[in-house]
């Protein structure tokens, strides 16, 4: 009788682990969070510029992402990179100021000549990209990547990228400051001038004072 109800018990344990499994398997299965597919942003060609679709261009030259939550990365795009060629280093605001869109964000200093950039949104810059001021040439190399600048907390966003360059816009705009740029090179310094139309990588650096000046207000807008 004591065999009996041993195997009778043993039996009725596998019936219940039996029906429970599945259970248990479909539970499993729910709290397993989906992965992440990061994909990269689409990027467009011009010349030797590459331009993401979905980025947002101040006229100085800088960028903004909206990455929500009021969360707007920015960066230096890859015409202001080619014309600095290489950058020594970046002094951005403090953390935690208030700038505001259009007023200088940060400064630029190449073969010892400075100059500012100005600020795609308003709001509170609240980290920056350490990596970049390691290695301050990130800017030139990868802009829109590797190469940003800081966060800032932009809480009217959606108002400011009115005031930027978007969409089908960015590239005509872009390759209009090529030819802009291009036809200010051949007259102010005519043996820095590249076949094809695209100036020299550099080509800040290699000018004088004056000229300098002039590229800085009319394609960084300060």
């Known amino acids: 009788m004591s065999i009996l109800f041993v195997l009778l018990t043993f039996l009725l344990i596998l019936t219940v682990m039996y029906f429970r499994r599945p259970q248990a398997d479909a539970n499993v299965a729910q709290v397993t969070p989906p992965k992440k597919v990061s994909a990269a942003a689409p990027m467009l060609k011009l010349a030797n510029f590459e331009v993401p679709h979905d980025y947002c261009f101040h006229p100085g030259h800088t960028w903004v992402l909206d990455e929500g939550r009021q969360n707007a990365r920015v960066g230096i795009d890859a015409f202001a990179g080619n014309l600095f060629g290489r950058i020594d280093s970046i002094e951005l605001a403090e953390l935690n100021r208030w700038v505001r869109q259009g007023q200088p964000l940060c400064t630029i200093t190449c073969e010892g000549r400075s100059v500012d950039l100005l600020s795609p949104v308003e709001g509170v810059l609240v980290s920056v990209n350490h990596e970049?001021?390691?290695?301050?040439?990130l800017?030139?190399?990868d802009p829109y990547r590797s190469g940003w600048l800081c966060m800032i907390k932009?809480?009217?966003i959606a108002i400011n990228v009115k005031n930027l360059l978007k969409g089908p816009i960015v590239l005509p705009w872009m390759q209009n400051c090529l030819l802009r740029l291009s036809g200010m090179v051949q007259q102010l310094t005519p043996a820095l001038a590249q076949d094809g139309g695209l100036p020299?990588?550099?080509?800040?650096?290699?000018?004088?004072?004056?000229?300098?000046?002039?590229?800085?207000?009319?394609f960084l807008l300060t």
């Open 200 to 218: 020299v990588k550099g080509l800040f650096s290699r000018v004088d004072a004056s000229v300098q000046a002039q590229l800085a207000r009319e």
């Open 154 to 156: 932009a809480p009217d």
């Open 139 to 141: 800017v030139v190399e």
């Open 132 to 137: 970049v001021a390691k290695s301050p040439n």
